[in-house]
């Protein structure tokens, strides 16, 4: 799968955050949702539109946009 069939970033768009292409679901809400515990399934729900294809872009996209980025120490 490439992230980039689903997710685009244009200025015009929410200040140019990344969101699923055609919509104004930014990548960063679809995160944020399935870091509290939202199931995918319930995604579906909340968001008609939205594909399961849509939300694996978004975490494919998260993790190639860390992959050799700065890391941050986690205080224990």
Not at 4 to 12: L, M, V
């Amino acid at each position: 799968m490439k992230w980039k069939d689903y997710i685009e970033s244009n200025p015009e768009v929410l200040f140019g955050k990344p969101v699923l292409k055609g919509t104004r679901i930014s990548v960063e809400l679809i995160l944020e949702k399935l870091g509290e515990g939202t199931s995918e399934d319930q995604l579906l729900k909340s968001y008609p539109n939205l594909s399961s294809k849509q939300i694996q872009a978004c975490l494919l996209f998260a993790a190639q946009s860390l992959r050799g980025e700065v890391t941050f120490p986690v205080a224990s």
